[in-house]
């Protein structure tokens, strides 16, 4: 598989067979995925990785978890103008339509989104942290270091999702991991070999055309 082909293959998984993730091949994405731009070299990622048993301790930990929590940060603005908001509507109602939960059945949606706290199911995963004293330029880089751990799964023909959700749960994944105090989630990464029977997973999300985000002069 060539990088054009990762790119295009590339998606966001969210249905996993019940396939185990080895340690090794974890270790050797990561790796491969340090080689990552990073401004000034500063290599601000932290990564803690879940795997086997940790993985299922942990899902079970966040089953039985009830407390509400104040968010790392703002997800989204609050304020999301168009055409930004419309894309992301769009890709709710196209997953939700492809799952067969209609826009009317709030408890099923309500479900539906606490599989984002398990992972999806994936039998491996991984948390992005990043030292406070980081700042925009730093979070960038982690969003470089993400996006070429992706792009090496899916070569290794592994499925993967990138889940800013759990920015939502800093202090219950903090104190599971025993995270230094220094230490600020940015998402977790859940991990494992797609499901491709899932409807879930033939969900493809739209991209703008080069036209509306591109500017050229020459």
Same mark, same amino acid.
């Given at each position: 598989?060539?990088?054009?082909?990762?790119?295009?293959?590339?998606?966001?998984?969210?249905?996993?067979?019940?396939?185990?993730?080895?340690?090794?091949?974890?270790?050797?994405?990561?790796?491969?995925?340090?080689?990552?731009?990073?401004?000034?070299?500063?290599?601000?990622?932290?990564?803690?990785?879940?795997?086997?048993?940790?993985?299922?301790?942990?899902?079970?930990?966040? $089953?039985?978890?009830?407390?509400?929590?104040?968010?790392?940060?703002?997800?989204?603005?609050?304020?999301?103008?168009?055409?930004?908001?419309?894309?992301?509507?769009?890709?709710?109602?196209?997953?939700?339509?492809?799952?067969?939960?209609?826009?009317?059945?709030?408890?099923?949606?309500?479900?539906?989104?606490?599989?984002?706290?398990?992972?999806?199911?994936?039998?491996?995963?991984?948390?992005?942290?990043?030292?406070?004293?980081?700042?925009?330029?730093?979070?960038?880089?982690?969003?470089?270091?993400?996006?070429?751990?992706?792009?090496?799964?899916?070569? $290794?023909?592994?499925?993967?999702?990138?889940?800013?959700?759990?920015?939502?749960?800093?202090?219950?994944?903090?104190?599971?991991?025993?995270?230094?105090?220094?230490?600020?989630?940015?998402?977790?990464?859940?991990?494992?070999?797609?499901?491709?029977? $899932?409807?879930?997973?033939?969900?493809?999300?739209?991209?703008?055309?080069?036209?509306?985000?591109?500017?050229?002069?020459?």
């Amino acid at each position: 598989m060539n990088v054009s082909e990762a790119v295009d293959a590339r998606k966001s998984v969210r249905a996993f067979l019940d396939k185990p993730v080895s340690d090794d091949l974890l270790k050797d994405l990561l790796s491969k995925a340090a080689r990552a731009p990073s401004g000034g070299n500063v290599q601000p990622w932290r990564i803690y990785v879940l795997n086997g048993a940790r993985m299922d301790e942990f899902k079970g930990v966040v $089953a039985e978890d009830r407390s509400q929590e104040t968010p790392a940060y703002a997800i989204y603005p609050p304020d999301l103008t168009s055409p930004y908001r419309d894309s992301r509507f769009k890709v709710g109602e196209d997953m939700y339509a492809l799952l067969g939960i209609p826009r009317e059945d709030k408890a099923a949606r309500i479900q539906r989104l606490f599989e984002n706290y398990q992972f999806f199911g994936a039998p491996a995963g991984f948390f992005c942290y990043v030292d406070k004293q980081m700042g925009p330029p730093q979070w960038s880089d982690l969003g470089m270091f993400l996006q070429t751990f992706m792009l090496l799964a899916t070569e $290794a023909g592994l499925g993967t999702c990138a889940q800013e959700a759990w920015a939502t749960r800093p202090a219950l994944v903090g104190n599971y991991l025993g995270v230094p105090e220094e230490l600020s989630i940015f998402c977790g990464m859940a991990i494992g070999y797609t499901d491709d029977a $899932a409807p879930v997973n033939s969900l493809r999300s739209d991209r703008e055309s080069l036209d509306v985000f591109a500017t050229f002069l020459s």
